[in-house]
């Protein structure tokens, strides 16, 4: 992990000494070039002698279709190592392909379950912006837009080779988008905070923290785009969120219920993460909070400074709070908000629990979904 002011320009020089000497870039919109990310990764490529190919235009819940793209790409051109320069989506897109580059099916086959994930191409991650911790963990996350199918794939052969983590280079980060990933970096603290795990103080301790942190970064990271200080601290914690630490001693790896809720959301409207986690996530709450009221009331006086004696009451107003601070940053927390019409939620549902269900506090079928659902809506 090379972290600080300047490290992009280390990516070369991390190549070469690896024994890379062709690499495809990848990576997604305007963005990386507006920030100034891609001429400086460029630069230090061509400086040591490390030839690139590129793919460009990998887009927000990225599609299995660019994946394919990349691997006939470095298929075709005797491509040794990937460099993943962009947000969750590019640094995800990366993971597939690293995986489907040494695969004689297609590469959806990992995400299906039809096929397990072998030799892997190495990759780097160059991370623009800190919001899914992609950068610092071996998960990726990709749709299939025929079948209107989202999921996640995590393999330990698939964390980054090196990555590179520069504050400034989220400078340009706009406020809407601070708001949807650090949305995004406290719902991965909560999901695994609350999944039922019983006798890890320690770590509700570390996730208190890392949560308070974050409810006093994110709002600083957006009135202060510019402030490095703030940038590195909340680019720290967001990592921290789902890089594993937060799991450690866990008997699972957290519920992610709701970020099933929301992949189906993202799948079928091509939803942004973060507002389906805004609006979701306070309903999972409500809907599961007596299977670990120890925990919700727990959460809502150690991080929100709830005084109320009854369990119950501080789980509820804790909940409510959670809602507050999404809302204050602008985010949706009804699904009419963004536009979902009332009579898809079943089709939904069905999409978001398939097989025997999703969670682990309380495993949820259908019908749970669907009520979730509408109790979002
Ligand atoms: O489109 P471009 O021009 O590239 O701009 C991007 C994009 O529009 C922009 N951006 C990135 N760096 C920037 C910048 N804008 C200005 N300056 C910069 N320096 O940000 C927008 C969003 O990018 P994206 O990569 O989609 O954001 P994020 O990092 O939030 O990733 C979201 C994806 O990651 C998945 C989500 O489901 C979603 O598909 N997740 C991945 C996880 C993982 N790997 O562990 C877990 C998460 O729960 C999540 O599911
Ligand atoms: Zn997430």
């Not at 991390?14 to 460029?42: C, M, N, T």
């Not at 597939?96 to 096929?115: E, H, M, N, Q, T």
């Not at 160059?126 to 079948?147: G, H, I």
């Not at 795990?197 to 974050?214: I, N």
Request: aromatic content about 10%.
């Amino acid at each position: 992990m090379f972290f600080g002011r300047g490290v992009n320009s280390r990516v070369g020089e991390e190549l070469a000494s690896d024994g890379f000497s062709s690499v495809l870039l990848l990576y997604g919109g305007a963005s990386v070039k507006a920030a100034g990310v891609y001429d400086e990764v460029v630069r230090s490529l061509a400086g040591h002698g490390v030839r690139f190919f590129e793919c460009g235009g990998v887009k927000p819940n990225p599609s299995v279709s660019k994946l394919r793209e990349a691997i006939g790409i470095i298929r075709s051109n005797e491509i040794e190592a990937i460099v993943a320069a962009g947000g969750g989506s590019v640094i995800d897109s990366a993971k597939g392909i690293s995986a489907g580059v040494r695969y004689d099916g297609d590469v959806w086959d990992f995400y299906s379950r039809k096929a397990q994930v072998g030799p892997v191409m190495p990759f780097y991650a160059v991370a623009t912006v800190s919001a899914t911790a992609s950068e610092m963990n071996c998960t990726s996350v990709v749709t299939d837009d025929e079948t209107e199918v989202k999921t996640g794939l995590t393999d330990f052969a698939l964390f980054p080779s090196k990555t590179f983590i520069d504050p400034s280079a989220q400078f340009s980060v706009p406020v809407k988008q601070i708001a949807d990933g650090g949305i995004d970096a406290v719902c991965h603290v909560m999901e695994t905070y609350f999944d039922g795990t019983p006798d890890v103080d320690l770590q509700m301790e570390y996730a208190e923290g890392l949560v308070r942190s974050l409810l006093e970064l994110i709002p600083k990271a957006a009135a202060n785009p510019r402030d490095y200080e703030i940038r590195a601290q909340y680019a720290w914690a967001a990592a921290c969120a789902l890089n594993g630490t937060t799991w450690a001693g866990h008997s699972g790896k957290g519920d992610f219920a709701s970020h099933a809720m929301g992949h189906a959301l993202s799948a079928k409207y091509d939803a942004v993460h973060g507002e389906t986690l805004s609006i979701v996530m306070p309903n999972w709450m409500r809907y599961v909070m007596h299977g670990n009221l120890y925990a919700f009331a727990r959460f809502a006086r150690r991080v929100f400074g709830v005084d109320s004696p009854s369990d119950e009451d501080a789980a509820r107003e804790g909940i409510e709070r959670v809602s507050e601070f999404f809302r204050s940053l602008g985010a949706p927390l009804r699904l009419r908000e963004i536009g979902v019409p009332e009579e898809d939620l079943e089709d939904l549902a069905r999409k978001a629990a398939p097989g025997s269900g999703v969670g682990s506090l309380k495993k949820l079928g259908v019908s749970d979904v669907l009520d979730i659902y509408k109790a979002s809506y």
